[in-house]
């Protein structure tokens, strides 16, 4: 039945595809809205009247109108760090149940693509993952106006609502779990230094070994595991190694087993080694991390609870809101039993 | 210099922006689509400009005036597999070298909003990573007409290009490894039953284990790590267990890995295990897995140069290109030397 005769092309409406497939207008619009709740048996007829007919609802048409588009873009500035992909599957089921659709970008490459697309309103929100001074699409999303929420790192008087792991305490206890082992050639590894996730990390673990009296060396990566494994390679090779290495990522914690297993040290008896995170490779037997779990559900609930807040007029002074963590202990500092006892 | 004064609205032009930052409109636009080629001293008077007079490009304007987004869409079902991040590092630079920018979707929760943002014409095409019989988003991107590239899965008479490795070659490359080493007990862990490159890799090395007349076991995995370790401990547990797993994906080889080392079974001297992908962590000491290195950027490449092709008018007849793939023998199969030898 198409719609479209010879010498006619009068414009095909939802109600002709709603009269086409047998279902009410609303079912169409639920259809076309990518709302859940239709039968699938409906759904089909939908979709197939929407086919018969070449129906084409114009989003364009339909952004000018509301001026919303319902799409939340995620700005995260590298997806190839496991972190990413976890809080992403937990972002886009959030987002969808408040019915909005979500999109990613990569910073690098995309960040003027990113910045562009904010200025000209592409998107209603921005949640920002890596957040750096200076990332231009967070500077484009603020002078436009587009509702931002910094969500795992952070700035300081970012002047938007912030969401993030109380990374000094649990950095903290990393280092008091290091102490109580009886560790005292300690090694922190970082990240890089505008990003708050590491500086908090690296201080809470400072804070804590430098009132024990305890020296510890440190070096500089760059939350990746290859820049990681050289690091750790240079820390290991020679005789006076450290003990025990605090870093302030899994991925970085993974370089630095690597690099353990390539200079020939075992662990956790000659060196202990903690990450930060605890992305789901952590608990493979092959790796068997002790690192610092991220409440990372809970997190991006909260980015999502916010962004929706302010997308609905909610102007209250932004907050920071800071999930507690856990430390998970496993075989890389010894397991459930102290490296004193092993 | 605010443009807009108390009792005067006119509407900024991106000539007034022009005059206020000093460049050419050519330059404005540049910076407002996110092109590259501006100096930074350039670019950032623009955007100071942008600020000053709170100027709006408006991207539903444009696309209702051209009836493009310049908005590429890349579809997967799961972003935790790290194989996806590492095509989508390639995809989001050689698209935004064409000059599109690229959102990701991921299938699942997000596959209706995708299917319907598609019938929306929000995107001007799509990369579809994780194609399956009956997937929402691909219906809808056909009828639709918007141009659809298929890249890494493929479906047969799919009526589009198709991008992917060479999968029953590489997979039989691997049969012919294995039994080159003398394995008689072989087992095949594959994937979903719908997902081509599950059944290529599968029916390549059923192929060449089939011709040389020895017998193999065959469970079903899913492609993901947890369900793998199950099965791969279900697999090595007993004492007539395989002395060789070939697994369809590298998060499958590394679950069989895990279970491995919880039962008490040494690599490769108890039993070899063989992936598919060479995703990163493949080469990390700590894991050190025997796979099939695909071409990943050549595949993103020439997935890219289709859909622009495409969307700039071509409409030869559609092509499937199937890329030659390597295998790299790493510790899990015995490093270098075959097993036989060790």
Redesign the interface.
């Known amino acids: 039945m198409p719609m479209e005769r010879e010498g006619q092309t009068r414009r095909v409406t939802s109600h002709d595809i709603a009269r086409l497939a047998n279902v009410s207008q609303a079912t169409v619009s639920r259809?076309?809205?990518?709302?859940?709740g239709v039968a699938p048996e409906r759904r089909d007829r939908v979709?197939w009247a929407?086919?018969q007919t070449g129906y084409?609802?114009?989003?364009?048409?339909?952004?000018?109108r509301t001026g919303r588009?319902r799409?939340a873009a995620v700005v995260v500035s590298d997806?190839?760090n496991?972190f990413y992909?976890?809080l992403?599957?937990t972002l886009?089921?959030e987002l969808?149940a408040h019915d909005y659709?979500?999109?990613?970008?990569?910073t690098g490459?995309?960040e003027?693509?990113?910045?562009?697309?904010v200025?000209?309103?592409?998107v209603d929100g921005l949640l920002f993952c890596t957040a750096m001074p200076g990332s231009p699409a967070l500077?484009?999303a603020r002078?436009?106006g587009v509702p931002v929420v910094l969500l795992n790192r952070t700035l300081p008087d970012a002047g938007v609502d912030q969401v993030s792991g109380d990374n000094h305490a649990a950095a903290a206890t990393v280092a008091g779990h290091l102490l109580a082992a009886g560790h005292e050639h300690l090694a922190l590894v970082t990240g890089p230094a505008d990003a708050s996730t590491s500086e908090e990390r690296a201080e809470g673990f400072r804070s804590v070994v430098r009132a024990a009296g305890v020296r510890w060396l440190e070096v500089a990566g760059d939350f990746s595991?290859d820049t990681a494994r050289t690091l750790g390679h240079e820390l290991l090779r020679g005789q006076r190694h450290p003990s025990a290495v605090f870093c302030v990522n899994d991925l970085t914690a993974?370089g630095v087993?690597?690099?353990a297993?390539?200079c020939g040290r075992s662990v956790p008896q000659d060196v202990a080694v903690v990450g930060f995170d605890d992305i789901?490779?952590a608990a493979?037997?092959?790796?068997a991390l002790t690192t610092v779990r991220q409440p990372i559900a809970e997190m991006a609930h909260h980015a999502v609870q916010r962004l929706v807040a302010r997308l609905e007029g909610d102007d209250s002074p932004p907050t920071h809101r800071r999930l507690p963590c856990t430390l998970v202990v496993r075989d890389s500092t010894g397991g459930a039993s102290p490296i004193r006892d092993a």
């Open positions: 259809v076309l809205t990518g709302k859940s979709l929407l086919e084409r609802r114009n989003a364009a048409a339909t952004a000018m588009t799409t997806v190839r496991p992909p976890e992403l599957a886009g089921s969808a659709r979500m999109i990613l970008w990569e490459a995309g003027d693509h990113a910045a562009a697309a200025r000209e309103h592409l500077a484009a002078s436009a595991h993974f087993l690597n690099a297993t390539a789901p490779m493979w037997e092959r790796l």
